[in-house]
């Protein structure tokens, strides 16, 4: 922690900018076709496991702390076991996002992962009618196929207008796991396209459900992994509301094909590198700073408000360690 808050300050007040959080979208592939999603439509472009690699040696000497591998569903990638054991063999903390349909069945391949990243949107019936039938009895057979083999577990939800009134279910789910959830806005347009969402949440009672995290977060309710620094900031979706970047920074994302982008919104203008093409450093250097108005995605947010030095964010990480 120590190393990470001080690489961390040279970047803010040196200018000395290290990919210390990297987010991977390891393949666009997935087996589910969740209705705020178009991502599945993308076209396969996935890095051999040697590219993969080699970039992975490039990212540990650029000094990141962390990977969190997504998708698409990343499991859907036959090597990502070997993947996530070569991650950690670099001393990197390794993430994982999943729908959980292929947890169960390769839990072997899972057991170096620091954190295992699930989506719960509600009740069963909910779930389900987001993201297919069966969804719902996947993640829960995840959850328990983890919990079984020590893996930590978290927890996302995507307020949505089908689940406004499901938080405290999930919120329960989370207590019964002993595990924590994070909470964002389901976005305008369907993720990865640019169509309309369907499934964007009223203003008015989304907000009310926000409201209702920060009264329980300072009451202390610890399955709510949202600082209320962040849920304070997330009240305001959709109004534009600038914050500090932190990708170009300290933060990046890659895609599929090895291109290097501040975040999966990509940036107006930019002209992105490609690490599969040239090195990583090479890649990241042409990102450079940038400014947002429209960031709703919950842990990029967080990781916004870290890197500005926001007491309650930072101490609400500590939080997360220490679980």
Known sequence: MIQAAAAVAQAKLLKRNRPLVVGWAITHQCNRKCAYCAIWQRPRQDLPTATVFRIVDELAASGTLRISFTGGEPLLREDMGDIIRYVREKGIETRLNSNGSLVKEKIDNLRGLDMLLLSLEGPEAIHDAIRGPGSFQEVREAMRAARGQGVPVGLATVLASTNL?????????????????????????????????????????????????????????????????????????????????????????????????????????????????????????????????????????ELNLAFSFSVPTILNQLKTLVR
């Open 165 to 301: 009134d499901a938080v405290e279910f999930v919120l329960d789910g989370a207590r019964d796991a002993g595990c924590r959830v994070m909470f964002q806005p389901a976005t305008r347009l369907r993720l990865g396209g640019r169509a309309p969402n369907e499934l964007a949440p009223p203003v008015g009672p989304y907000r009310e459900v926000i409201t209702g995290l920060i009264a329980r977060k300072n009451a202390g309710d610890p399955a709510i992994a949202n600082s209320l620094t962040g849920l304070r900031h997330l009240i305001r979706w959709p109004d534009p509301v600038r914050m500090a970047c932190a990708s170009g920074r300290i933060s990046c994302r890659i895609e599929p094909d090895g291109q290097v982008l501040h975040c999966s919104r990509g940036a107006a203008g930019a002209t992105p590198g490609n690490c599969a093409e040239a090195s990583f450093r090479e890649a990241f250097e042409r990102l450079g700073p940038m400014a947002c108005d429209d960031c709703w995605c919950a842990g990029r947010v």
